[in-house]
């Protein structure tokens, strides 16, 4: 492996006798590393086996027992080794960092992470992005909550789960908020609403968005009044939390949290009945 080091860099390290220039000192100067030096006592190789790190063809055995593809065609052509990316995690992380994999694919990386955690007792955790929804569903999310919470492999074996987990999100098609900063003028009650519930739950919206009434979250039922202009704060418009609007609320037993553009209810009424108001759009600063 070559390590890119700056010139001044590489003249102190050549004062100290780190720059290694070969038997007959002409040889392409690289840096001495010493065990000291390197991670769990573990100097970096610059070839990787692939009796140590997995081959592609494991790889595609290691997503067959994992993923139920349509055809073969599907299966990507070249997965990487959970191995892999597991030699990575050993040589780049610590046991409680945060790895990001922009372009998840098979999931590959997440299902490393989860193996690495159960190995050394680590809580990395994990972000996955993946452009194509497909792929990230059926592929990358459905692998990495096998690796997880367990499978039936291809011959009929129970494979335990790793344990661990995640929570699959969705990006909106649009983004929400204006260049300025500002939620757009235009955005739909689906759209305000999933970022209403993220934004209040810290988890994707998996509901309807077809009734004020977004869902129940540890016990919290979470409303929205949003008529589809956010500056609507006119008292009948339906952004504004007024008696007659709570009344026709759908009904749910529980403590409430409603996002509303105003609210003409008294703090004492709104305590009595365990409602919290959070105003829109200045409560949503997540
Ligand atoms: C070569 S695959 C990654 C393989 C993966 N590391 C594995 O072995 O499991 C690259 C993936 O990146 C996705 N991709 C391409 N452009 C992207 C983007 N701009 N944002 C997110 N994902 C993207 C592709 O759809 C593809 O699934």
């Known amino acids: 492996?070559?390590?890119?080091?700056?010139?001044?860099?590489?003249?102190?390290?050549?004062?100290?006798?780190r720059i290694w220039w070969g038997k007959d000192g002409n040889a392409i100067p690289q840096i001495k590393r010493f065990i000291?030096?390197?991670?769990?006592?573990?100097?970096?190789?610059?070839?990787?086996?692939?009796?140590?790190?997995?081959?592609?063809?494991?790889?595609?055995q290691e997503l067959l027992e994992m993923v139920e593809f349509v055809t073969s065609d599907d299966v990507f052509i070249t997965p990487k080794p959970t191995r892999l990316i597991q030699r990575f995690l050993q040589i780049a992380s610590d046991k409680e960092s945060l790895i990001l994999d922009s372009f998840a694919g098979s999931g590959t990386t997440g299902h490393a992470v989860l193996k690495q955690n159960a190995e050394d007792g680590g809580t990395r955790r994990f972000i996955l992005v993946e452009v194509e929804?497909?792929?990230a569903r059926d592929v990358a999310a459905q692998r990495v909550r096998r690796a997880s919470s367990g499978y039936t492999n291809a011959?009929?074996?129970?494979?335990?789960?790793?344990?661990?987990?995640f929570q699959f999100c969705r990006l909106s098609a649009s983004p929400l908020f204006s260049p300025d900063g500002q939620i757009r003028a235009d955005v739909g009650f689906a759209q305000f609403a999933e970022f209403v519930w993220f934004a209040?739950?810290?988890?994707?919206?998996?509901?309807?968005?077809?009734?004020p009434?977004?869902?129940?979250?540890?016990?919290?039922?979470?409303?929205l009044l949003y008529n589809g202009i956010l500056k609507d704060r006119s008292t009948d418009g339906g952004n504004v939390l007024t008696a007659s609007?709570?009344?026709?609320?759908?009904?749910?037993?529980?403590?409430?949290?409603?996002?509303?553009?105003?609210?003409?209810?008294?703090?004492?009424?709104?305590?009595?009945?365990?409602?919290?108001?959070r105003q829109t759009p200045y409560a949503l600063d997540v």
Do not use: N
Request: net charge neutral; charged share 30%.
């Open 155 to 165: 011959k009929g074996q129970e494979v335990s789960g790793l344990s661990g987990g």
């Open 213 to 223: 009434l977004l869902g129940v979250h540890e016990g919290r039922v979470v409303y």
């Open 245 to 277: 609007v709570y009344e026709s609320l759908p009904d749910h037993v529980g403590p409430k949290v409603i996002y509303a553009a105003a609210c003409r209810r008294g703090a004492a009424r709104l305590a009595r009945e365990s409602i919290v108001f």
């Open 36 to 60: 000291s030096d390197v991670k769990d006592g573990r100097v970096l190789q610059t070839i990787w086996f692939y009796k140590d790190v997995g081959h592609t063809q494991e790889a595609k």
């Open 1 to 17: 492996m070559y390590w890119r080091v700056s010139k001044d860099r590489f003249e102190v390290l050549d004062r100290e006798r």
């Open 133 to 135: 929804e497909g792929i």
């Open 200 to 211: 209040e739950t810290g988890t994707g919206f998996v509901g309807r968005a077809d009734s």
